[in-house]
């Protein structure tokens, strides 16, 4: 089958909807099925690939016309030139994250998929004016709608009577692999943070922690060349290293020298890419399923949406807060029960292999008319 997916944002690059994207398309080549990635032309000048160490040499086009991120009139002729060159290729099947992109398929009544990570409160006035008056979801060529976690389902029932027979809630996923390895006793453990800089997804947290708890070392790995900088300017614990974001294809080497692994995210409010809008309940953090793979433990605080994956002391340990106290005395009085530590570890390499991207793939491409 021909399919396209057209994604308005950089790729290759470190941004986890291009990481997840990128790997959705290499789980749908391995089911066979011919698959181009149609983007701007941003991103960095290297293979899909060797950047996210794909399996798959997945056909990438970027149209030469957007050498920027497409906002305000970009973003929408991005959509329509994205749209034609999908129809050029003969594609049976889109696949997009793009809501203007969708009305348009619509329009032209393609079968389309939609993936819908959060709600609409970051799209713009017309957008949600679109979606608002314009019942598109529940028509017959938007043969499915993937919700990334039953909370941006529920949003879809509730505020735009989407039939709840068109959702099908596909959390993200992970093509890491990693050997299980039990933790032994140190007297230093590595405590590790791969992701975004945004304080509110807990790097500010972190240099907080790494300050009260000389016990350990910390380290994160996010962010560009100028983010770093300004993070290791406020930084002022000789027990934390701060780096820049890993291209995937090489992170594995990374988070398998952690012992530890954290999600400090804010509880209230998690900003999107670009600081816009508030996704607190309805995220599925990407990093978390690399950090189910590599089998490391993992510490996260008590987020109402990250029950729809993981389980307090089963296979992670939640802490209600962002407290500074809290979290030391956590890690301290863990870091003395490695037999627990062991225990859950195991029951979240087991639960990663729910999660790879190739099965996501072929949940995403099974529905009736296959």
Not at 3 to 14: D, G
Not at 206 to 221: A, C, E, P, Q, T
Not at 301 to 313: A, G, S
């Amino acid at each position: 089958m021909r399919i396209s997916y057209l994604f308005n944002s950089s790729t290759p690059s470190s941004n986890p909807g291009s990481i997840q994207v990128v790997n959705t398309c290499d789980g749908i080549a391995s089911h066979g099925h011919k698959i181009i990635l149609i983007t701007p032309n941003t991103g960095k000048n290297v293979s899909l690939k060797k950047f996210y160490g794909i399996k798959n040499n997945i056909k990438q086009i970027k149209i030469k016309y957007f050498k920027k991120f497409p906002l305000r009139i970009s973003y929408y002729l991005f959509s329509i030139f994205s749209v034609f060159y999908g129809i050029f290729f003969k594609t049976e099947i889109f696949i997009t994250r793009n809501f203007f992109t969708l009305f348009l398929l619509n329009i032209f009544k393609k079968r389309t998929i939609i993936e819908i990570h959060h709600n609409l409160e970051n799209e713009g006035r017309i957008i949600q004016w679109i979606f608002k008056y314009i019942e598109i979801f529940n028509k017959k060529n938007i043969i499915k709608i993937v919700a990334i976690t039953k909370a941006v389902k529920k949003f879809l029932i509730k505020s735009y009577n989407v039939r709840a027979d068109k959702i099908e809630i596909i959390p993200s996923g992970s093509s890491l692999r990693f050997n299980f390895k039990k933790l032994k006793k140190k007297n230093k453990y590595k405590i590790g943070y791969f992701g975004s800089l945004d304080i509110t997804k807990g790097s500010d947290f972190i240099l907080k922690l790494s300050k009260f708890d000389k016990k350990n070392n910390y380290y994160i790995y996010g962010g560009n060349k100028d983010a770093v900088f300004k993070l290791r300017k406020i930084n002022k614990s000789k027990n934390l290293k701060i780096y820049e974001s890993i291209n995937y294809g090489k992170i594995k080497k990374y988070i398998s020298k952690m012992d530890i692994l954290l999600i400090p995210s804010n509880i209230k409010k998690i900003q999107s890419l670009g600081g816009i809008g508030n996704i607190a309940k309805y995220t599925s953090p990407l990093k978390l399923f690399d950090y189910l793979a590599s089998g490391k433990l993992i510490i996260c605080t008590d987020t109402k949406v990250y029950h729809e994956i993981l389980t307090h002391r089963k296979n992670c340990i939640m802490i209600k807060n962002l407290n500074i106290q809290n979290w030391k005395k956590t890690i301290f009085r863990l870091t003395k029960n490695l037999s627990l530590i062991n225990t859950i570890k195991r029951n979240s390499y087991n639960l990663s292999k729910r999660y790879t991207y190739k099965i996501r793939a072929k949940t995403l491409l099974n529905f009736k008319i296959f």
